[in-house]
Structure formats: C-alpha cells, structure tokens
Nanobody, 126 residues
Framework: QVQLVESGGGLVQAGGSLRLSCGAS????????MGWFRQAPGKERDFVAA????????YYAESVKGRFTISRENAKSTVFLQMNSLKPEDAAVYYC???????????????????WGQGTQVTVSS
C-alpha cells in the first residue's frame, strides 16, 4: 500500500521560512516525478513545484519562483519544499504527490499524479 506522509507545516510570520518534507513508501518510485500542490479554503488545488527523478528538471509556479526550492532524496523516496519569504497568500494545505507525467506541462497538472499525501497545513500571519 502506497503512503505519502507530509510534515513540516505550521504557523509562521510573513517573511519567515518553513521546510516541508514528504516520505513515500509502499513501492519503488523509479523514474517518478514528485510534486507539491496547495489548496486554500474554497479554492482549487494548485500546482506549486515539481522535480524529476534525476533532480535535473524542476518546475515552479510563477508565484513561488525565487522563494521556494524543491529537492528530493531518491534513496529515501523523500521530497522537500523549502519555503522562504512566506506571504499570507501562501497559506494553504500543502500536498505532496508522485506521478509519471510525460511532459513539462503535465508535470504541473493535478491529473497526472497518481499518489497523494494527506496534506499539511501552512499558516502565514501578516
């Protein structure tokens, strides 16, 4: 049974930093893309960042470029999201996901991810 477990969320002041982690288990994820999405109350789940298997390819939503950094550790099937200079609009439930999207565009699409975590809350106070 595949499980993705996120951690690292919490309450932070605007301008602060958080580091999210997500560990995947239950199968091998060779060749996978790992991603982070977020969902604020009443809104759709949006793409945040994704990283390819070799870590050479990374993708970011425009709203987080220059502030967030995604990384992964394949030996531990873990993906990280370093979030700096947080803004109140970054507040949401953050979900990690694993999938095998075939193109860059699809790496940013919710539909191309197979496995999902339960989410971790990020709250940013102004």
């Amino acid at each position: 049974q595949v499980q993705l477990v996120e951690s690292g969320g919490g309450l932070v002041q605007a301008g602060g930093s958080l580091r999210l982690s997500c560990g995947a288990s239950g199968r091998t994820f060779t060749g996978s893309t790992m991603g982070w999405f977020r969902q604020a109350p009443g809104k759709e789940r949006d793409f945040v960042a994704a990283i390819g298997w070799s870590s050479v390819s990374t993708y970011y939503a425009e709203s987080v470029k220059g502030r967030f950094t995604i990384s992964r550790e394949n030996a531990k099937s873990t993906v990280f999201l370093q979030m700096n200079s947080l803004k109140p609009e970054d507040a949401a439930v953050y979900y990690c996901a694993v999938g095998y999207p075939l193109t860059t565009a699809r790496a940013m699409s919710v539909r191309d991810y197979t496995y999902w975590g339960q989410g971790t809350q990020v709250t940013v106070s102004s």
